[in-house]
């Protein structure tokens, strides 16, 4: 006659391999899966870096390009107006940097926030010498009276924050290269 401790014994003997089995299935099949999840989503950085390449340097372009048109230098060729006074000349420079500014205020999305802050800094600076400069002369000047201005202080000044935010352009752009 089978006793109670038999039959349990009997038990235990199927009961321990097939635990030990189904815990090496289990142990396997979660590393395979945790192994081609891992797989999966360096795949998947690696395509969206080759998709958002092309924007990012797209955007470092348009951002340094951005940055040499609100240069002074450029701002008063290009809007400088043998009519205007300097008050409306003071004007037409502080809209054009904003025209410029929201033309490519998107770019913000590609670049590194430090990037972007120099580069509000550059702009802002910008903003402030005209300011700076504007009250050094009579609003009812010519605008070549500002624009001498201008000059002058650009004369003065070796680095401007717009050089350094182009240099921060390029080396930040290099970096993905």
């Known amino acids: 006659m089978v006793t109670t401790l038999e039959i349990i014994l ?9 635990l030990v089995v189904f815990a090496t299935v289990y142990y396997m099949f979660k590393t395979y899966i945790e ?6 989503t360096i795949q998947m950085r690696k395509d969206n870096k080759s998709m958002s390449f092309p924007f990012k340097m797209q955007a470092y372009e348009r951002l340094a390009l951005f940055c040499e048109r609100i240069s002074l230098g450029n701002l008063m060729l290009r809007l400088r ?16 940097i904003q025209q410029e500014y929201e033309h490519n205020i998107s770019q913000q999305v590609y670049v590194s926030e430090e990037l972007w802050k120099i580069i509000m ?17 009579n609003e009812n000047d010519s605008s070549l009276e500002m624009s001498k201005a201008l000059f002058n202080y650009l004369n003065e000044v070796k680095v401007t924050p717009l050089d350094k935010a182009r240099s921060a352009i390029s080396q ?6």
């Open 172 to 177: 930040e752009a290099s970096s993905f290269l």
């Open 35 to 40: 192994h081609e999840q891992r797989k999966l």
């Open 10 to 18: 009997e038990i235990i003997k199927v009961t321990v391999p097939a």
């Open 81 to 96: 107006d043998e009519k205007m006074n300097a008050a409306d000349f003071k004007l037409a420079l502080m809209v054009g």
């Open 121 to 137: 800094f550059a702009k802002n600076d910008t903003i402030n010498v005209i300011n700076l400069v504007a009250k050094t002369v």
